[in-house]
Structure formats: structure tokens, C-alpha cells
Nanobody, 114 residues
Framework: QVQLVESGGGLVQPGGSLRLSCAAS????????MRWYRQAPGKERELVAH????????GYADSVKGRFTISRDNAKNTVYLQMNSLKPEDTAVYYC???????WGQGTQVTVYS
């Protein structure tokens, strides 16, 4: 069955960096676009970044543009989110998602503290 497992979250100070990973299995990863979402306490889940199946096109929320980079390695069935210049408002649980299959991972917590 489809499985998505996120990792790489943690505690970081403002201005720091983290790299999230999402390991996929149970489907032909290279055929599907992937997305990263996040959900902060008391807020709705929001789209952070998107990447096409071959990785040739990406898109970002305005709030992370220029700071976050989504990428993928189809040989490793993994999608990444490199997060630089982190801010306290980036604190959230981060999820990877397959839009056409509707599948979600369990999420990984990112906390940016002063």
C-alpha cells in the first residue's frame, strides 16, 4: 500500500536550517507530483511547495519563496524540503502529500524558537 514517511524535523533557532525528507513506497514514485504542506496549531493546513513528477517544475507559497527549496530523487523514491532562514512562524507539523492519490504521511514537527 502507499506509504509516506517524513523525517528531519526538530528544534532550530531563527535563521537556522533544516532538511525534511519524505520516503515513499507502494506506488511508482516517479510518475507522481508531490507536495509539502504544513499545519500550525489552531490553523488550517496550507500548501508549502509543489514539484512535478520529473522534478522539472516547482512552486512555492509566497511565505516561503526564496527560503525553501523542494526537490526529489526518483531513484531513491524520496522528496525533500530544504528550509533555510527559518522563522518562528514556520513552526508547524510538515506533511508530504500525493495530490492525485490523496495520500498523506504522518508528519514531522518543526519548531523554530527564539
Amino acid at each position: 500500500q502507499v506509504q509516506l514517511v517524513e523525517s528531519g524535523g526538530g528544534l532550530v533557532q531563527p535563521g537556522g536550517s533544516l532538511r525534511l525528507s519524505c520516503a515513499a513506497s507502494g506506488f511508482t514514485f516517479s510518475r507522481y507530483a508531490m507536495r509539502w504542506y504544513r499545519q500550525a496549531p489552531g490553523k488550517e493546513r496550507e500548501l508549502v511547495a509543489h514539484i512535478t513528477a520529473a522534478g522539472g517544475s516547482t512552486g512555492y507559497a509566497d511565505s516561503v519563496k526564496g527560503r525553501f527549496t523542494i526537490s526529489r530523487d526518483n531513484a531513491k523514491n524520496t522528496v525533500y524540503l530544504q528550509m533555510n532562514s527559518l522563522k518562528p512562524e514556520d513552526t508547524a507539523v510538515y506533511y508530504c502529500h500525493i495530490p492525485t492519490l490523496g495520500s498523506w504521511g504522518q508528519g514531522t514537527q518543526v519548531t523554530v524558537y527564539s
